[in-house]
């Protein structure tokens, strides 16, 4: 008995192998089945109340401004006749006023003014209206008749009271037909309800009482200047016209949008079936349930719905609301589909896996051991050991020649770094840490002349791209001569050289980065002055030293970053450009480290605020070997020459030999700013 729970208690590895395996295989085929079912479920929610939601928002708007649209029209009247407060329903000047914006506005079926003495004037668009206009008791309205406009004056004989005329699509007058009183607008729900509220009105559903139409209508009352009411104007919105905007509508296949009422009464479009107004009943007295506007699940009749319900823009006083509704089938189809599949490649490969490892369980057993023997070796760092396995299994094979390279590697490496902190590596690895060291490095710091000036005449928006092309051109040029960019400093760009990576050339590169800014700044700045945009012009200061470089700051945040002196002095050089009008100074540990093709020349020794000693300082105009783009000319190369000429004299202390040298030289460049600092120098002295 002992035996036997001993076999169970220590196994083979090859049972061991299909043991986890298959509990790895199985655990996470039913977490991934079990995470896409759940996450699925989840993302459905999500989606349907953001793609309803968006659905709904984008058909209320629709609505608000279509509704929107017919609310101006008794406005943009309003406004008309504020201006002529005498004009009456009889002023030919409203007439065509009302057949004007009848035949300008495509949605706009009837227009109407009341007067409180009874009169009135209504104008109907027969394309739009569909009703006959009788032109007698017997007769249809004359061929080519496209408005009617009927004209209520109390004030003429009974039985000519009202007078309907009939007029083309050109506006003209094709016939004209009195008969008896029949129309009172007094009595209409448009007048009234604008009467009452003294402002635009929106009337409860209707039937028109000239063609029988139901709908709403849009009225706003008239006052002159004394706050007496001349007349009331307003504009109708049939329901025909509401359900065929909202039929054109689109949501999936199968769902609908309708306007109801707030016990889920269908207003428009009329219902396909008894069961949509079931339907919608039932949404509805669930949404009552959860209160304003919502987004919920409905199952109906074995069928789950997605409902979206929101107020119409006219429910702050009708109570109305859009709702839409689709089969969640409808609109999840082809995620449904997918889940499925997803869940039977799953389950698929969950059974082929299985057979696999059954298969190769064994096969791998044994060089497995040996593998697993030959790391813990290697983690001691014993690598002594050339034992390689012999497997027919290609992972096996390339299991055995990566552990046998790395063995090799590592071998190597410990002939240059100490196998104590090798082995420490290999145990701990290392993650990034606080800290730095110190290293010569070449500093560069860059700054736009007269920025300050610059950004106070340019908005924000003109002033970003100007910074973000200049930018670029400038951090591309860095990059490409090997520099590192450790920040951006307000207009300036600070980088150095010889960092994270040894870079023996440094300064050469640091140098030519700047020559090169230079050059592709010069481009640009042609191009802005053509555009009629300000030029960056750019001062940069360059100094080599020893810094301390490293990650800096704390385990919240850190920088990889150099501080030191020699970071200072190359952003004091920056700014000494201001007082010698130059373009590139370096320092003199700069300057001793540059290739003799560069050429420079001797501006002066300053004296650098935080520095005890005074340092000298060069500035930097091209190279002498041929590179076209940053090749000094033939001027620069011989202002550069005799300019260290007389710089040398004027050092040695030879003043009136330097004296005669420099104004020698302002004859010839009479331009150049040093050359001028030094003359007047001498007429100090």
Known sequence: MRRFLERFAVRTLRLEILTIFLALISFSSIVIIAFTYFRDTKAFDSIFHRSMNRLNNVIVDRTSCLL???????????????????????????????????????????????????????IDNLLMTNHPNWFSSSELAPLGTVYTYLLVDRSKPEGKQETWNYVSKDLKLIATHE??????PLSRPWYQGAQKTGKLFWTDLYTYALNQVTGISCSVPIYDSSGSMLSIVGTDVPLYFLSKFLAAQKIGKEGYAYVCDAKGQIIVPSPKDQETQMLVSEAFSRAGQIGGDTEFYLDFQNKKYLISIQGFPLSSTKNWNIILFDPKNDLFRDILVARKQIILISIGILLISSIFVIYFSNRISRPIVSLSKEVDRITNLDLDSNLRVVSIIKEVKMMDASIAAMRSALRSFSHYVPKDIVLELIRKG?????????????????????????SEELSVDKLTPLLEEYFAILSRTILAEKGTIDKYIGDGIMAFWGAPHPLPNHADEACLAALR???????????????????????????????????????ERMNYTAIGDAVNLASRLQNINKIYHTKIIIGEDTQSKLSSHFVVRPLDIVEVKGKKHKTKIYELTGLSSEDAEIQATAEQI????????????????????????????????????????????????
């Open 517 to 555: 800014c230079q050059s592709h700044l010069k481009i640009l700045n042609e191009k802005r002055t053509q555009q009629h945009l300000p030029p960056f012009f750019t001062r940069i200061g360059i100094n080599t030293g020893v810094a301390l470089v490293g990650n800096l700051g704390t385990m």
């Open 638 to 685: 011989k202002l550069s020459k005799l300019f260290t000429e007389a710089y040398d004299a004027f050092e040695q202390g030879h003043l009136e030999e330097a004296k005669v040298k420099f104004q020698a030289m302002h004859a010839l460049f009479p331009d150049d700013a040093p050359t001028k600092m030094y003359l007047e120098r001498f007429s100090f002295k």
């Open 68 to 122: 929107t649209e017919f609310r101006r029209v008794p406005e943009f009247i309003r406004g008309f006749i504020e201006q002529q407060p005498d004009l009456t329903v009889h002023s030919k000047e409203v007439i065509d006023y009302f057949l004007n914006m009848m035949s300008q506005q495509e949605n706009l079926t009837t227009l109407f003014m009341g007067m409180p003495n009874g009169d009135a004037l209504v």
């Open 430 to 454: 290392q993650d990034i840490t606080l800290g730095g060291e110190k290293k010569e490095i070449t500093i560069f710091f860059s700054d736009i002349e007269d920025f300050t000036t610059v």
């Open 179 to 184: 008969k008896p009183l029949d129309y009172d």
